[in-house]
T-cell receptor, first 115, second 112 residues
Framework: ETGVTQSPTHLIKTRGQQVTLRCSSQ?????VSWYQQALGQGPQFIFQ???????GRGNFPPRFSGLQFPNYSSELNVNALELDDSALYLC??????????????FGEGSRLTVL | QKEVEQNSGPLSVPEGAIASLNCTYS??????FFWYRQYSGKSPELIMS????GDKEDGRFTAQLNKASQYVSLLIRDSQPSDSATYLC????????????FGTGTKLQVIP
């Protein structure tokens, strides 16, 4: 069984740039959620994708966007980067509502630093 | 009021002692409750899930749920230095989709 994989693991960008983070879900999981974790904080829900559509969104501005592909992999895009976007970005896969109970399985994360 | 509240700690316990971690949540329709362990610089790892009132035991870990009090706890028996980590309480409130909300985490230090 293949776990959740994320890329890149670390990256440095400058303010105003754009970034794309990638995630491959665990085998058999067709729901992908993205979280932002700032230093010393708990993960904050950005959005969730199911069947290639955004299925729910947290309190993040529109410059945070995403995609899900037919193979259930997903991308997180952040435009116009701000210093406060520096964080660990976590991708988590899960079974969909009705089949699972919300257990999330996380990848190793992508550490983004915005200078 | 935060949706999921935890004491940030650090909680220090001696090796071999019982560590008790607590969490309260605000959404009464919450259905599923989780404890994740996160080592420094790593991603969260699921260690316990609990769905009904009462206790659930798995090895040295016991999760306790009281929906009337909106309270979840995690007990770690025979604490080991390797248990030193941040423990995140998470709650699933299904509102058309599975939204799992995390607390800020409690840092546990097990002193040898």
């Amino acid at each position: 069984e293949t776990g959740v994989t994320q890329s890149p693991t670390h990256l440095i960008k400058t303010r105003g740039q754009q970034v794309t983070l990638r995630c491959s879900s665990q085998s058999g999981h067709n729901t992908v959620s993205w979280y932002q974790q700032a230093l010393g904080q708990g993960p904050q829900f950005i959005f969730q994708y199911y069947r290639e559509e955004e299925n729910g969104r947290g309190n993040f501005p529109p410059r945070f966007s995403g995609l899900q592909f037919p193979n259930y992999s997903s991308e997180l895009n952040v435009n116009a980067l701000e210093l406060d976007d520096s964080a660990l970005y976590l991708c988590a896969s899960s079974l969909p509502r009705g089949q699972g109970t919300g257990e999330l399985f996380f990848g190793e994360g992508s550490r983004l630093t915005v200078l | 009021q935060k949706e999921v509240e935890q004491n940030s700690g650090p909680l220090s316990v001696p090796e071999g002692a019982i560590a008790s971690l607590n969490c309260t949540y605000s959404d009464r329709v919450s259905q599923s409750f989780f404890w994740y362990r996160q080592y420094s610089g790593k991603s969260p790892e699921l260690i316990m899930s609990i769905y009904s009132n009462g206790d659930k035991e798995d090895g040295r870990f016991t999760a306790q749920l009281n929906k009337a009090s909106q309270y979840v706890s995690l007990l770690i028996r025979d604490s080991q230095p390797s248990d030193s980590a941040t423990y995140l309480c998470a709650v699933n409130s299904e509102r058309g989709y599975q939204k799992v909300t995390f607390g800020t985490g409690t840092k546990l230090q097990v002193i040898p």
